[in-house]
């Protein structure tokens, strides 16, 4: 699996998105099945907001288990062009340029409750469930690639590969734009919580934890309010259910 390193200032990277890599543009639309949610007669509650707190600290240089189970989960598979493969999750290396220590990035989809992919989407497509989940509907997209290029975190990518053998509960596409959906199958079968999540806890590192930010009494909450965490890009007032000690 596959790391950037990055040379950087911790405070630069807080505030700059370039670091955070770039998606290769390319040609060729195909409409597939739409990634499901809950049933229509149980819809996403707008009383919860799914979250993650990611520990940098606790993240080491050896481990690419969230990498791993994210992908196992749904489906992807590593065709070894770093440019143009899906990436739901990928670890940066963030080192800085003042005192060389170097720290681990878990990054992806943010979850933002003010996303501009959803803004700049011209059909719709890109979506913000009530719970605070951001998903794309297969069924509308039509692969113009706005949302990549909108979204600060580079989070999305583009199917350029015919799919084979695809899972029943992580139905992809060719042609489409994908991202991570905090294991939206999982949360709505009830099991509240993500394949990232379990791996990272699984390998005894505890750098994921995820849950929902409205319950004051969820693990993640007491964490925020236990910890400094911080947005990346906080400067853009999205207020990402996406937040980071160690950096």
Known sequence: MKKYEIKLDRRDFLK????????????????QQLAHGRDLD??????IRWGMLIDTNQCTDECNACVTACNEEHGIEDFGR????????????????TTEES???????????NPPCVDVCPTGASFIRADGIV?????TCIGCRYCMMS???KARSFVHENLENQLPHAPRGKGCVESC?????????????????????KDGHQAILFGDLN????????????????????????????RYRGI
Request: proline share 6%.
């Open 16 to 31: 700059s998105s370039t670091m955070l890599g770039a998606s290769t543009i390319a040609p060729g639309v195909f409409f």
């Open 42 to 47: 149980e819809p996403a509650s707008p009383k």
């Open 82 to 97: 770093p440019t143009t493969d899906t990436q739901w999750i990928r670890k940066l290396t963030l080192t800085s340029e």
């Open 103 to 113: 720290i681990n990035v878990p990054m992806m989809c943010q979850h933002c409750e």
């Open 135 to 139: 998903l794309v509907n297969k069924h």
């Open 151 to 153: 979204c600060p975190y």
């Open 181 to 201: 959906n905090l294991c939206v199958h999982k949360i709505d079968n009830g099991e509240n919580n993500t394949a990232c999540a379990e791996a990272c806890q």
């Open 215 to 242: 319950d004051v009494e969820s693990d993640i909450s007491k964490q925020l309010k236990k910890y400094e965490s911080k947005e990346v890009r906080s400067d853009l007032g999205l207020n990402t259910a996406v």
